[in-house]
């Protein structure tokens, strides 16, 4: 028969099927006493019940059969000291109706503990004997950094409350997306696997890197493993093979550190990277397309020298394509992620690095000649040099440790240090009325370089006063980001506007050449420079109250430092600001699979820029009130959330003066509203479903319409595993991704044109082998146009027709 094995390996919950006979379980005199009577050394604070034996099983080093349903809501209150593994499950599992027996010598079984079958009649007490243990592979229990993901449905999240926390239980909308979404889907990229979540866009740039926005609002720089970045991520993101899932976290995040310059008031993305693990790895990934090109990735995960204490994991990839549908050359990246973990008997320690180096080419784009896209310049038309590109080159060193100190408490502290240096070469059009298809075109370079680090240290604690029970965080971070300086890193735009005619001219040249500094620069001054330094104090109680109630407070101080660079209207000078920031959530459950939930939380973000006395402006705030309610469905197998949300923001981006000395002042602020449904799990055996859909509505505080907002996104993907033979080898998915029409603004006349609504369909065939699994797909299977969402007059992005990908996994 199949066994379903659920134990920790290097902090990750593993499933593991493996093959087996009958279960013969030794005979024991007692239930559940292992062969090895050897004490060791436990320290496990009081938690929820799945993580506690989870790290049972670490520290043990010995695996441990349960099944979700039997533990998904339960708690224990931790074991510490020198025990036998009996012993420490006794303890662990103290106040349930959970029972253990053994499995083998290194295995454990968790099972409801039997009743004792008392006969009506007058027979006397019966002799209970040791039974063997049943296990039936019901939901498996889902936790953060999990190597595996069984299927589309995730239970836990760290990153929305900085501790491992179930999804049910977190007053809040968390959009988790899964490896085995990213792989049934074909994704190439994160901006592929967040599309499919709702309130989620996605817009390109044309030199620049492209930008995620949530619920209306750009995402800002996002969080990597719970860590805000200094800088946005976008490009330098890392490849698919290297993450372990996506969450998107749906709310202002500055409570958690991520005070992003660019703003992050409608959520944030948080990229949880995969991690050293003792179940062996060893996974080759490609992927082929027209345009895409190829794409091979390799994935490597063990112990060290057999040590079961010492892990290590090791990802590289790597990808090429010649060219784009209209000719932009050059695509190609290199990736390269080695790490390694101690595992003691309290104390966990991974270091490791990463480096991302990835040139792309200018995004297929046409150029409107009028004010609407009927009047857009033909999709074959190449609207710059086949050399516009943009490089991103990123170093990533980074740390993590866990550190039990006491009964129920816990010490974690992680940190990175991140060098980013970008350069980029491309040309853009600007309108002109010389004739039909007259613009102007005007060549852009620049180079840019920073670096920042980030320091998170947590305490964490669990007690019990009986109706309450209190997970209580503390914490302390501080983050500094270092802008680059110097001709040879600050932004360089150099501009000279050139008659160029998009149907008769020739060939534009590179545009580097034409950047040189003969030319006119733009007389702009910079008008401040990135607030530099954030520290913070995290305070947060997630409270249970008896069987229904889940509480979550919390607060963040942030301290931040804005230096200004001198200008010829202000000198230099350094603005030291403090915010609170609070959070509030509760949730009831109505019933064990259904959970309603409130939260309110703040937002702010820095302002860089100078303000008319030559002072740095306030920063923007913001607040969310939200509401939802999460059903678990399918026997739990499933999961549809539906939240509703107001977000008000007292002012949103700045208005530059348009003569010098260019100072700014805050600009109108917004409401947005929104309904978002979501829906991802299993309903059948074999089916998958991920759906979502969003009814977004924004208003500006000052009356004009609002831009790339359209009211409505729908998206759906489904695949089905065949389940008898002869097709018992193949899978099949499909999806859809739509939306409706949005307000597109001019930069040069501010006249406003229509964005019409879009549709994609995709489609794939999957062949899954013993070891190996291939997949031959379809993308935009009806050859539509496709646009952003969000575009200007002079920069209009677009997506190639129809393109075939055929893509797959080796286990070796």
Not at 556 to 584: M, N
Request: charged residues 15%.
């Amino acid at each position: 028969m199949v066994r379903l094995a659920l134990y920790a390996t290097g902090g990750c919950l593993l499933l593991s099927l493996a093959a087996a006979g009958a279960w013969a379980v030794p005979a024991t005199g007692s239930t559940g006493s292992l062969n090895a009577p050897a004490k060791v050394s436990i320290a496990i604070p009081a938690q929820a019940l799945s993580t506690a034996l989870i790290a049972l099983g670490q520290q043990a080093n010995v695996q441990v059969l349960t099944a979700g349903d039997e533990v998904a809501d339960l708690r224990s209150a931790g074991v510490k000291g020198q025990l036998t593994v009996d012993e420490a499950m006794t303890s662990l599992l103290r106040g349930t109706d959970l029972d253990f027996a053994a499995y083998d010598a290194g295995t454990v079984v968790v099972k409801q503990r039997e009743a004792p079958d008392v006969p009506s009649s007058g027979h006397g007490r019966q002799t209970i004997e040791p039974l063997a243990p049943t296990v039936t592979p019901l939901a498996p229990i889902s936790v953060q950094n999990a190597a595996n993901d069984n299927g589309y449905k995730i239970d836990a999240t760290r990153g929305a409350t900085r501790t491992d926390s179930r999804l049910v239980d977190v007053p809040q909308s968390v959009s988790v997306v899964t490896r085995d979404a990213m792989s049934t889907q074909q994704a190439i990229s994160v901006g592929d696997v967040v599309r499919q979540v709702a309130g989620v866009q996605y817009v390109d740039g044309l030199v620049g890197p492209p930008l995620f926005r949530i619920r209306g609002f750009n995402a800002g720089n996002g969080m990597t493993d719970g860590m805000p970045n200094g800088v946005a991520r976008t490009e330098d993101l890392p490849p698919l093979i290297a993450i372990d899932r996506i969450e998107v976290l749906k709310g202002p995040e500055a409570i958690l550190g991520d005070a992003s310059v660019s703003n992050n008031f409608g959520g944030s993305l948080n990229v949880v990277m995969k991690k050293p693990q003792r179940d062996p790895v060893h996974e080759l990934t490609f992927s082929m397309s027209r345009y895409d090109g190829a794409r091979v990735g390799i994935d490597l995960a063990g112990t060290v020298n057999g040590s079961d204490s010492v892990t290590y994991r090791l990802i590289a990839a790597g990808n090429y394509a010649d060219h784009s549908p209209q000719g932009y050359q050059g695509q190609r990246g290199g990736y390269l992620a080695p790490s390694i973990a101690w595992q003691g008997a309290s104390t966990r320690v991974m270091v490791g690095a990463e480096r991302v180096d990835n040139r792309v080419p200018s995004p297929d784009h046409t150029v409107l000649l009028g004010n609407t896209l009927a009047t857009a310049s033909p999709e074959s038309v190449r609207l710059g040099s086949p050399t516009d590109h943009a490089i991103f080159r990123t170093t990533r060193l980074f740390y993590s440790l866990d550190q039990a100190i006491a009964p129920n408490w816990t010490f974690r502290s992680q940190g990175q240090y991140v060098r980013q240096k970008n350069s980029g070469q491309g040309w853009s059009l600007v309108g002109n009325s010389d004739g039909p298809g007259a613009v102007g075109a005007v060549a852009r370079s620049y180079r840019y370089s920073d670096a920042y680090y980030t320091l998170q240290n947590d305490i964490m604690g669990c007690f019990d006063q009986g109706f309450l029970k209190h997970t209580v965080v503390l914490g302390f971070d501080f983050s500094r980001t270092h802008a680059g300086s110097g001709s040879d890193t600050n932004a360089v735009v150099r501009t000279r506007v050139l008659p160029y005619d998009v149907f008769s001219s020739a060939m534009l040249p590179s545009a580097r050449t034409q950047t040189t500094s003969s030319l006119a620069v733009d007389d702009v001054q910079p008008l401040g420079g990135s607030w530099s330094t954030s520290t913070g104090i995290f305070l947060q109680d997630q409270i249970t109250i008896g069987e229904r109630w889940d509480v979550l407070l919390a607060i963040r101080r942030t301290t931040y430092e804005l230096e200004t660079q001198s200008t010829p209207y202000a000198g230099q000078r350094t603005t030291r600001e403090a915010q609170w920031i609070p959070k509030a959530g509760v949730v009831y459950k109505a019933t064990p699979d259904i959970s309603i939930y409130a939260n309110t939380v703040s937002g702010f973000q820095a302002d860089a820029l100078l303000g008319e006395n030559g002072q740095p402006l306030p920063p923007a705030k913001s607040r969310q009130v939200e509401a939802g309610v999460k059903f678990d469905l399918f026997d739990r197998n499933a999961r549809l959330t539906a939240a509703v949300y107001r977000i008000h923001l007292d002012h949103s981006v700045d208005l530059v003066s348009p003569e010098p000395p260019y100072f700014a002042t805050p600009g109108p602020g917004q409401t947005n509203r929104g309904l978002e449904l979501e829906f991802a799990g299993q309903i059948a055996p074999g089916l998958a479903l991920l759906a979502s859909y969003t009814n977004a509505h924004i208003r500006n505080h000052d009356g004009t319409p609002t831009t790339g907002a359209p009211r409505q996104q729908f998206s759906t993907w489904v695949s089905y595993r065949f389940q008898h033979a002869p097709l018992q080898a193949w899978g099949i998915g499909a999806g859809v991704i739509a939306r409706s029409h949005s307000l597109g603004r001019t930069s040069i006349d501010g006249e406003y044109f229509g964005i019409p609504g879009q549709a994609s369909v995709e489609t794939n065939v999957s062949y899954y082998g013993s070891n190996w699994r291939a997949t031959l797909g379809v993308k935009n299977l009806f050859a539509r146009t496709l646009y952003a969402v969000n575009f200007d007059a002079a920069f209009v992005p677009i997506r190639e027709g129809r393109v075939v990908m055929l893509s797959g996994v080796y286990d070796f």
